[in-house]
Nanobody
Framework: VQLQASGGGVVRPGGSLRLSCAAL????????MAWHRQAPGKERELVAK???????NYADSVKGRFTISRDNARNTMYLEMNSLRPEETAVYYC???????????????????WGLGTQVTVSS
């Protein structure tokens, strides 16, 4: 199983970006998916999370501006980011929780995965 994130880039303050994260492999189920971010010199933090039934939660700093969504059929997650701020410049990582895959001997045990991340730069 691999997580492939895309959609990062450079945007002006107040601009928008849409991130995507595709979970690749022979996947049976994914419990929850999330976006985290890590700015230079700071700890990684949770940005938004979505469960397999569509329940969401957001960091207080992004509520009302970011929207997380998920296409379960495609094992893909999205993050729509609006009104971006310079302090949100960071590497954005996707995370998949309790992934069950189809292995040679049957279903695998639930495992968590991180993607490699995509850079988001908010600058004028």
């Amino acid at each position: 199983v691999q997580l492939q994130a895309s959609g990062g880039g450079v945007v002006r303050p107040g601009g928008s970006l849409r991130l995507s994260c595709a979970a690749l492999g022979s996947i049976f189920s994914i419990n929850a998916m999330a976006w985290h971010r890590q700015a230079p010199g700071k700890e990684r933090e949770l940005v938004a999370k979505i469960t397999n039934d569509g329940s969401t939660n957001y960091a207080d700093s992004v509520k009302g501006r970011f929207t997380i969504s998920r296409d379960n059929a495609r094992n893909t997650m999205y993050l729509e980011m609006n009104s971006l701020r310079p302090e949100e410049t960071a590497v954005y990582y996707c995370y998949a929780e309790s992934v069950v895959a189809r292995g040679y001997g049957g279903l695998t045990l639930p495992t968590n995965y991180w993607g490699l991340g995509t850079q988001v730069t908010v600058s004028s």
